[in-house]
């Protein structure tokens, strides 16, 4: 069977999973594609992954994806339409294109860019003027090794950005490449600054070559609300899959309808939980 070197986007949903990449313990977005490929029979059972195979990003646990990117020596019949039918509804393949014999998703992306909702109402105590000096003042290259668990390669040079949405700060993070968690610790920081909890000075105290004690470290935020929203490749041309990408759309559409029911459970049970010691009359459905 003749193969070539593919790459496809991959959007993904990752609250159910533990991570992009495959680990000792937990079901992982990189294991479903892989199981999807040996029922498609372009991975066989004995070998442990693809010929060709890298990935753009090792997303953490919680951590969705609009355009995760992957290469593998595939068929042509292996269009994004072709590997959906085999992966979960909460992982779907939605554009390919032909990589050059050297290509690698890891190395040769030229930029990712990472993008998080942080529910920050105007009305609270985030100061949105703080949190965007905190994020020019993190912009550029700097050391984060206080900000990250990984201890080497840690100098990197991102890019923050923030703007309003309603109840929300929408922070993109942009960056040649991250250390773990770095993005998560970011936001965090920006927010620390922003709602007053620490001073701008902080991020000087941050970037400085010294560990931080650990009472003083920064807490990463929660994962659910960061998605890996673009990788960047100069020399690839991607197509849409049309029928790929519309399901790709109706499904989480479907998704973000669901949520947004939930949220309104959520709320009505949170609003009629009473705080004193009034009587509630007795329901059943």
Known sequence: MATALRAFRIAYDGTPFRGFQRQPHGETVEDAIFDALRRLEVLTPDVDKPDGYAAAGRTDAGVSALAQTITLESPEWLTPRALNAELPASIRAWASAPAPPDFHATHHAS????????????????????????????????????????????????????????????????AGGFARELVRRLVSLAHGVATGKEPLEKIDRVLEPDPLPGHEGIAPVPAEPLILSHVDYPDLAFSVDPEAAHRARGIFETRAV???????????IAGGIVTDDASQPDGSE
Not at 115 to 120: E, I
Not at 135 to 142: E, K, M, N, V, Y
Request: some cysteine.
């Open 258 to 268: 669901e949520r947004r029911t939930g949220a309104r459970v959520a709320d009505e």
């Open 111 to 174: 930029s990712r860019t990472y993008t998080y909702h942080l529910f920050a109402p105007p009305d609270g105590d985030c100061d949105d003027d703080r949190f965007r000096a905190a994020c020019d003042a993190l912009s550029g290259t700097h050391d984060f090794h206080n900000l990250t668990p990984d201890d080497h390669n840690t100098e990197r040079s991102p890019t923050l950005e923030a703007t309003r949405d309603g109840d929300y700060l929408v922070v993109t993070v942009t």
